[in-house]
């Protein structure tokens, strides 16, 4: 029983499907931000249902820790094989299986990325809302319960995951939810298995609802002197129930990378990015009254478009906001995080984290999904330079507190991965246990993406 006998079991079974070359290996060691490389001792490429379980099943037996992979581009160190093992990448699980358009919904595996999805759906006039702004897998945005820019109007992936195809650690396969848009049967196992990033499961289908395209869509641009005006317009929008599809904050900072990686040139003050989804009358109502609220609060230059060019040109920069924000120290390595908190304390919580950072040696930016109260900070330092690391960590730890005390939480779409857990006491208290309990149950031998989430023996 042991991880080399998995792989020889493996490679007999799989065949061209499974790989340890150093290439692959590495491929699959690597992640978007400061944890070091770590290879898996092998890569798995399951096509079916029935090649995940074959995997596990032989996993199992030996005791060998298994990680899925998506497309790779969580921030947490979410799919880093932490004790070796076998990484599982589910990008030929990549079909749209079905979609049903009068109930709005659709089925796939969950290699299809969103950017898949939404192509596959564009004569349809339906659309998937959920954009974390990479083009991430489906499987992998489920399993982090991402969210992303438009999760002020449509919600996250918890709102838009309606059942799953599930491949327990013994191999076992179950279904969770249904296409009932509904139900009160047993307990929600669906939204147990979303945001559990692989811990307790391995996801090889899901129902996923839809949305109608909308009539008319405008997007709009608004500049502030500082960052309380803009946070304050944001606060008021969502208090006045404005249905706003999508608001976004950038600092000077971030506008700054954006000026030197795009060659753009905003004013170098703090922004808000914003689009309006619904009728041609109802978008035109959304901005003007955005705008008044803008103004109230010292905005100024509000500019709203409905040309679809200007709207891809805006969302493309936010989209690419993690390479702007490098190009603001070049050759840096950057840790990028996030919390979210509660509307109310928002002003609170960006005023104190940009004051904490400001008062730091090091270059930083922030910039969020503000209308739900999710904000993140990039902290830039010098690959290798040790004290520069520890400074950062410091800071990302009090951003964390800081959200906490607030009554937020230390991740509202990154996840947990292997960078957050030590704060997972102090958020959730006995209930940490309690998950533990439930990973313990599920998945005893503690095989599937260990080092993640939870603490288990």
């Not at 699980?93 to 969103?114: C, F, S």
């Not at 901005?287 to 709207?311: L, M, N, Q, Y």
Request: charged content about 20%.
């Amino acid at each position: 029983m042991s991880i080399d006998t998995a792989l020889s079991r493996l490679r007999k079974a799989l065949g061209d499907q499974f790989m340890t070359s150093d290439a692959v290996r590495t491929l699959h060691g690597q992640n978007e931000t400061y944890f070091p490389e770590i290879l898996p001792d092998g890569v798995a490429f399951p096509e079916s249902t029935d090649d995940v379980v074959k995997i596990v099943e032989i996993c199992a037996e030996e005791g060998c820790p298994i990680v899925p992979w998506g497309t790779g581009t969580s921030l947490e160190g979410n799919a880093l094989a932490v004790r070796g093992g076998v990484t599982l990448d589910m990008s030929k699980m990549d079909k749209v299986l079905d979609v049903h358009p009068q109930d709005l919904d659709a089925v796939v595996q969950p290699g299809v990325t969103r950017e898949a999805l939404n192509a596959h759906l564009r004569d349809t006039g339906l659309f998937f809302p959920v954009d974390p702004g990479a083009n991430a897998s489906l499987g992998g945005m489920a399993a982090t319960r991402a969210s992303g820019t438009t999760a002020v109007r449509y919600g996250t992936m918890r709102e838009n995951v309606m059942a799953l195809e599930v491949v327990l650690a013994d191999g076992r396969v179950i279904r969770t939810g249904s296409r009932a848009r509904k139900s009160a049967s047993g307990y929600d196992l669906t939204k147990l298995i979303v945001g559990s990033e692989g811990t307790l499961g391995i996801i090889t289908e899901l129902t996923l609802r839809l949305q109608g395209q909308p009539e008319a869509i405008s997007a709009a641009v608004c500049r502030f002197d500082g960052i309380d005006g803009a946070v304050n317009t944001v606060i008021e929008t969502i208090q006045m129930g404005v249905p706003i599809a999508r608001m976004e904050f950038l600092d000077k900072y971030m506008v700054k990378g954006f000026n030197i990686h795009f060659k753009t040139e905003m004013p170098e003050t703090p922004h808000l990015f914003l689009e309006f989804h619904g009728s041609d009358a109802g978008v035109r109502e959304q901005a003007e009254t955005v705008g008044e609220i803008a103004a109230s609060h010292g905005g100024r230059g509000f500019e709203w478009s409905t040309r679809p060019e200007d709207r891809k040109r805006l969302w493309d920069m936010r989209h690419n906001a993690y390479y702007a924000q490098k190009a603001l120290r070049p050759g840096c390595q950057a840790i990028s995080t996030d919390v979210c908190v509660p509307i109310s304390r928002l002003a609170e919580a960006v005023r104190e984290t940009e004051a904490d950072l400001a008062a730091s040696p090091l270059i930083y930016s922030l910039v969020g999904h503000v209308g739900d109260g999710n904000f993140h900070s990039a902290i830039l330092l010098e690959a290798g330079n040790e004290a520069e690391l520890q400074i950062a960590k410091d800071l990302t730890a009090r951003m964390y507190e800081r959200s906490l005390a607030l009554g937020g939480t230390v991740t509202g779409e990154h996840g947990v991965g292997m960078g957050k857990t030590r704060f997972m006491q102090a958020e959730h208290g006995a209930g940490w246990q309690v998950m533990g309990q439930i990973k313990q149950t599920l998945d005893p031998q503690n095989i599937l993406n260990p080092g993640k989430v939870v603490q288990v023996n």
